[in-house]
């Protein structure tokens, strides 16, 4: 079967969405619910690109491990006994036996529960129990060749992604973009607080589709109280400007005229920016799958696994500047923010 996007949703949709963008359609439905134009975006984009598949926080210490789900594919994470985050197909290299089914703390070692093959934090495979007649399976000493397989993966401040194909650019120059649209804070200095999950019956790309101004004042009650918080009505714009460079789309507002967000007191330290730097409060969403949203004393980010044509699951962190992650003295200004 040819799986392209022109032989799934034809070629005059495809036309359509590639005019210039005042004329340009959306894309049809069919990119929203048909399976083969799910299977066609996992293979050439999410393969392709930077996922995001976890936070820092979720692998706290060493012998920290969870599994995660990439395009279709599954894969663990893991911080080895040196404290690296390293990333492995989850399958043992015997019978394809998926190797961690479940998230486990204080792990010393990876164990197939079909043979019990035993792989190190670092992939390699220690025992391949009576494989070749003796306890450690390992008479002809070639275990070094047929540890874990690895797929490239880089931890970006409180962010882990995975790249399946190994091709990406640097993960410092996928996200370079965000930190231009941010005036670049001091992120290093931010730390994760706590995420909860859920799933929702809709398709991944609803979440970018949404990345505009007009529904603010409707849905966002409590940030945009009144419309014209959000709109300038002598000019009859908004008081964002939506920015777009490579993966990462923002919608900055307009400092020098916009009136200011009224944001909830907290208490809470802002994020760190350098002297004399404007400091930005912005959403921003860096294609496919992360959302990082900024306001003065935090960050609420969103992590989107795609799982079906309708069916999303969500990741939402909340991170703050150093101690106020978990300290008792800013416990009811977390409170708030996340509130």
């Known amino acids: 079967m040819i799986n392209t996007a022109t032989y799934i949703i034809g070629k005059d949709n495809v036309a359509a969405v590639r005019r210039p963008l005042a004329e340009a359609n959306g894309l049809p439905s069919k990119a929203y619910t048909d399976m083969d134009f799910f299977q066609l975006e ?12 976890a936070f820092t926080g979720e692998l706290a210490e060493s012998s920290d491990a969870i599994p995660v789900e990439v395009a279709g594919l599954p894969f663990l994470l893991v911080r080895d006994d040196e404290g690296q985050v390293r990333a492995f197909h989850n399958a043992c290299r015997h019978r394809g036996m998926m190797v961690l089914p479940t ?26 129990p009576f494989f070749d ?64 999950e859920w799933d929702f019956n809709a398709n991944w790309k609803l979440a970018p589709d ?6 603010h004042p409707w849905v966002h009650d409590g940030v945009f109280e009144r419309l014209a918080d959000d709109i300038d009505f002598k000019t009859g714009t908004p008081w964002s400007v939506a920015l777009h460079k490579d993966s990462v789309l923002t919608l900055r507002r307009r400092v020098e005229s916009a009136p200011p967000y009224q944001f909830k007191k907290t208490g809470l330290p802002l994020v760190p920016y350098a002297e004399g730097k404007e400091r930005i409060t912005a959403p921003s969403y860096i294609l496919p799958n992360l959302e990082i949203a900024m306001v003065w004393d935090n960050i609420s980010s969103i992590i ?17 500047h150093k101690n106020a992650a978990s300290s008792d003295e800013h416990k009811a200004g977390r409170e708030i923010t996340m509130d």
């Open 103 to 128: 998230a486990c703390k204080g792990l010393k070692q990876v164990r197939c529960p079909y043979h019990a093959w035993t792989y190190a934090l670092n992939g390699k495979l220690n025992r391949a």
């Open 42 to 53: 996992q293979r050439k984009y999410f393969r392709k690109s930077w996922m995001a598949v």
């Open 210 to 215: 949404n990345w505009e101004n007009y529904h």
């Open 304 to 320: 989107y696994q795609p799982l079906a044509p309708g069916k999303t699951r969500v990741k939402l962190a909340s991170i703050f």
């Open 133 to 196: 007649g003796t306890p450690s399976g390992d008479a002809k000493g070639n275990m070094n060749d047929i540890g874990l397989v690895p797929v490239r993966c880089a931890v970006w401040h409180q962010w882990i992604f995975i790249n399946v194909d190994g091709n990406a650019s640097s993960i410092e120059e996928h996200m370079a973009p965000y930190l231009d649209f941010m005036n670049h804070p001091d992120i290093g200095a931010l730390e994760y607080a706590e995420h909860i």
